[in-house]
């Protein structure tokens, strides 16, 4: 299975094979019919403690990607095992966000969890 990773603002496109949201929030003024959702897995995004902490009271990278880890690694365990099971069947699949930086966003560290 090939895991890509996209904006969920972007235009869905047919290479994009199976589509998941991975964000807890509805992205803001985005329509059902313009995400082309296969699946919104919110299980799997961090909590809203760790995205406030990241997103409004900056808290680096290096400690979000940690805390969000260790997330992924206990609270949501199940939540990741049960979207990797989900995946399993799929060629393609793409990981969708909202955030604007492409360097450092959550869908990075999630693929790297159901890769492993």
């Known amino acids: 299975m090939q895991i ?3 904006r969920v603002y972007d235009d869905p496109a047919p290479e994009d094979g199976f589509r998941v949201l991975v964000d807890r929030l509805w992205p803001r003024g985005l329509s059902k019919e313009r995400a082309a959702l296969d699946l919104w897995a919110k299980e799997v995004a961090p909590s ?3 995205r406030k902490a990241f997103h409004h009271d900056g808290m680096s990278w290096q400690d979000f990607e940690t805390a969000y ?4 690694a206990g609270p949501a365990k199940t939540a990741v095992a049960s979207l990797r099971a989900e995946l399993a069947g799929h060629a393609v699949v793409t990981l969708l966000h909202a955030v604007a930086d ?3 966003n959550h869908a ?3 693929r790297d969890a159901l890769e492993a």
């Open 4 to 6: 890509r990773l996209k």
């Open 48 to 50: 809203a403690d760790l």
């Open 69 to 72: 880890r260790a997330e992924l």
């Open 102 to 104: 492409e360097e450092h």
């Open 108 to 110: 990075l560290i999630l």
